[in-house]
């Protein structure tokens, strides 16, 4: 596969091969410099990002916006249906049809799986999916690698544990299948009811992997090099009553980190609700607010490269 990315519709990580993936992420490496704010950049001067978010959010759309405007591009859109013409009735085909000629690129987060490829036919400009509904992530994925490849040198070979909600968890969705790809090794705890889909798992398995399952945090913790705690994803539970048997489950406090690996990393995608006590955040684990960060290098290498401002 080209890691030549001009013009295209980021919408699964399944478009991506373990060396375009690469090719973001040491692009990002550069970038590094430029998202803390130490160098300037001009590489999208005049261009406009269009962020289209009919759901809530704050790293995704705040991070592509930095990312836009550290390059010295522009950012116009909604972060909220409710202002935005759906709220009239708007279908989401014609909003995209309009913003397509407002805008350079566009990024979709929606409640409803499979949005940004529709986005993609009804769009002429690329189209980067920022989240729909239980579907993908491919964007947060690209950032958690960053993530683990930074802080443990490289991605292959970590035990990975991902706990939570891995049924409605899009972050997993698209994390697991690239974790697999780059040779990880993947133990995944949640309730029955909350399991990875079988979609992911068979996918992860064609590519020779064996994950372990389990339920028990306390177990799979033990020979963790990177914890990967998702939230309980309330607002997709068709009834409440079955989030609330689910809700608090797991929670990682000082005392659950008494038997981990010295060098164990914590993340998470962020919004937290009681995943993770705030007391972990000042133990050398907590890498989570570096993720947050990290999506500002990541998303700037994938804008430059999808609007050819960089090779
Ligand atoms: N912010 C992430 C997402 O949009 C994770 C979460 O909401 O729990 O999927």
Redesign the pocket.
């Known amino acids: 596969m080209s890691t030549d990315f001009k013009g295209m519709d980021v919408v699964s990580i399944r478009d991506f091969s373990r060396e375009q993936i690469e090719h973001v992420l040491r692009l990002a490496d550069k970038m590094v410099p430029i998202a803390k704010g130490d160098e300037r950049s001009v590489m999208l001067e005049g261009r406009i990002l269009g962020t289209l978010f009919y759901e809530p959010?704050t790293?995704?759309r705040l991070s592509f916006e930095s990312a836009m405007a550290r390059l010295g591009g522009r950012s116009l859109g909604f972060s909220e249906a409710k202002v935005a013409s759906v709220a009239k009735g708007e279908t989401l085909a014609d909003t995209i049809r309009m913003v397509d000629s407002y805008c350079d690129l566009i990024v979709l987060r929606h409640p409803q799986e499979g949005a940004a490829k529709l986005a993609g036919h009804f769009a002429s400009r690329p189209v980067i999916n920022a989240?729909d509904g239980a579907g993908q992530?491919p964007t947060?994925t690209m950032l958690d690698l960053f993530t683990i490849r930074k802080e443990k040198k490289k991605v292959e070979g970590n035990n990975v544990v991902i706990v939570g909600d891995l049924k409605y968890?899009?972050?997993v969705h698209s994390l697991s299948e690239a974790l697999a790809m780059f040779g990880a090794q993947l133990t995944f705890v949640a309730p029955p009811s909350l399991q990875i889909p079988k979609e992911h798992l068979k996918a992860i398995e064609a590519m020779g992997h064996k994950p372990k399952i389990s339920t028990s945090l306390e177990d799979a913790i033990k020979d963790a090099d990177v914890l990967y705690v998702?939230?309980i994803?309330k607002e997709r539970f068709p009834d409440p009553s079955e989030y609330q048997k689910v809700a608090g489950m797991y929670r990682i406090d000082l005392n659950m980190l008494k038997q981990v690996k010295s060098d164990l990393i914590i993340m998470l995608?962020?919004?937290r609700v009681t995943e993770i006590a705030p007391e972990v955040d000042s133990t050398p684990y907590a890498k989570y607010f570096d993720q947050a960060f990290n999506g500002v290098p990541v998303r700037m290498a994938l804008l430059a490269l999808v609007l050819g401002g960089a090779k």
């Open positions: 959010s790293r995704t989240g992530h947060q968890g899009r972050t998702t939230r994803q995608p962020l919004p």
